[in-house]
């Protein structure tokens, strides 16, 4: 795997190329994602208590299509050192979003887990003694028809700790997945490359809102993945 870069961009959430306009039907192709919060979604998502999680990076809807269906993302996430729950089992609510694509608010698509290697079981070890996770949300309303995967990227305590996120698991789950992510990365005889560029303006940096009480950056880091 190639080492890992940012590209630093500070984007307007509003900027063409990234998000579009929802209200467009010019701006239906060639997007690689539109901006939840221009037309009432929100970029936190709903944990269920009144609060959110950030939904922190985002998989490109100008990555390679077949990346975007559910059997790809699981690949590619395997690729990368995530996989399904233990036993397929999940545990807890799921969580919601509303991507402002008209769906309202949906709940995760998947979630899934830092493996430590296996990607077999390896995700049981994580459900004892926490890690990195993230869930997956579909924007894909007529609204806002993208197609782009928002994920909910944290890093988070042990179950004896409930699984709350570890002070900065935001930030810190964030970077962890774009730095394993970022380059060359294979699965399953699937190759893939992987850019990484920063986001401002989409998140509020700060704890206001945000589940846990655990102060985030404010960026979102958009992942563009072709498959080679």
């Given at each position: 795997?190639?080492?890992?870069?940012?590209?630093?961009?500070?984007?307007?959430?509003?900027?063409n190329f990234f998000s579009g306009n929802p209200q467009d039907p010019l701006a239906t192709k060639g997007v690689a994602f539109y901006d939840p919060n221009s037309n009432g979604g929100s970029m936190l998502d709903n944990a269920g208590d009144g609060?959110?999680?950030?939904?922190?990076?985002?998989?490109?809807?100008?990555?390679?299509?077949?990346?975007?269906?559910d059997a790809g993302l699981l690949n590619?996430?395997?690729?990368?050192?995530?996989?399904?729950?233990?036993?397929?089992?999940?545990?807890?609510?799921?969580?919601?979003?509303?991507?402002?694509?008209?769906?309202?608010w949906v709940n995760q698509t998947v979630e899934l887990r830092w493996d430590f290697g296996?990607?077999?079981?390896?995700?049981?070890?994580?459900s004892l003694v926490g890690g990195n996770h993230f869930r997956v949300f579909r924007?894909?309303?007529?609204?806002?028809?993208s197609g782009a995967l928002f994920l909910a990227v944290s890093q988070e305590e042990d179950v004896e700790e409930g699984h709350t996120i570890i002070q900065n698991g935001y930030n810190v789950g964030r970077d962890s997945m774009v730095a394993a992510a970022t380059g060359n990365t294979k699965h399953n005889g699937v190759s893939y490359h992987t850019t990484a560029q920063?986001?401002?303006?989409?998140?509020?940096?700060?704890?206001?809102?945000?589940?846990?009480?655990?102060?985030?950056?404010?960026?979102?880091?958009?992942?563009?993945?072709?498959?080679?």
């Open positions: 795997m190639l080492a890992f870069q940012f590209l630093s961009l500070a984007v307007q959430p509003t900027s609060y959110g999680e950030p939904l922190n990076v985002i998989i490109s809807a100008l990555s390679s299509p077949a990346v975007l269906t590619f996430a395997q690729a990368i050192g995530f996989s399904f729950e233990c036993l397929h089992q999940h545990l807890g609510a799921p969580q919601s979003a509303n991507l402002g694509d008209g769906n309202g296996s990607s077999e079981i390896g995700t049981c070890l994580e924007q894909n309303g007529t609204q806002a028809n920063n986001i401002t303006g989409l998140l509020a940096p700060g704890s206001e809102g945000v589940n846990h009480g655990v102060a985030q950056d404010g960026i979102t880091t958009l992942l563009t993945v072709t498959i080679l």
